[in-house]
């Protein structure tokens, strides 16, 4: 089955809604933790640990960073507090994560953990402080959670609905990551 992408665009946007999103993180150790968690989500070689399948917000939960991810009762739940979750990190290896309505879940977080390296370094510019000889991030990240106009952002809603702005000051560019869900069954 083929999806479609609709030609025109959105048309004018009447009204939105945003949020600024913290982008502070320059090290992909903040994810060592799913490793040393209790119970472990990870293994040392990276396989996730599987658990019984269950489903939150109408996504599959097979493993344990799903469920961590997803599942608010869920024995890891704590392991990243709220100030953490917000960050622009998390939430790119958690989109990358949970996928789509068709996705093949991956058996090793390394492949997760790759591709939201990728995706993050893509979207934000940094810096090396002269000052303080550390790197910073440079960009302003926003998330537009609402826009209606000839047609919505999001046609139907979903926890893996997003739409993130990174504006590069520097070079006066802004970067755009969007993903608006759609059933395929």
């Not at 493993?63 to 507090?81: F, H, K, P, Q, T």
Request: charged fraction near 25%.
């Amino acid at each position: 089955m083929a999806c479609e992408v609709p030609a025109e665009p959105l048309g004018d946007v009447a009204d939105f809604d945003f949020e600024a999103v913290p982008a502070t993180l320059t090290s992909m150790e903040f994810f060592d933790r799913l490793e040393t968690a209790d119970p472990p989500i990870t293994r040392k070689e990276g396989t996730i640990f599987k658990c019984f399948e269950n489903f939150v917000n109408g996504i599959q939960i097979s493993d344990l960073l799903r469920d961590m991810l997803l599942n608010e009762e869920s024995e890891n739940a704590a392991l990243y507090g709220e100030e953490e979750r917000a960050q622009l990190l998390f939430l790119v290896l958690k989109h990358l994560s949970l996928g789509g309505a068709m996705c093949q879940f991956e058996d090793k977080v390394t492949a997760y953990l790759t591709c939201a390296k990728r995706c993050y370094k893509e979207l934000l510019t940094v810096f090396k402080n002269q000052k303080t000889e550390q790197i910073e991030v440079g960009s302003a990240v926003y998330r537009v959670t609402r826009a209606s106009g000839a047609r919505d952002l999001f046609p139907s809603e979903s926890e893996q609905n997003f739409c993130y702005l990174a504006f590069d000051p520097f070079r006066r560019v802004c970067k755009v990551w969007y993903h608006a869900s759609a059933d395929y069954w």
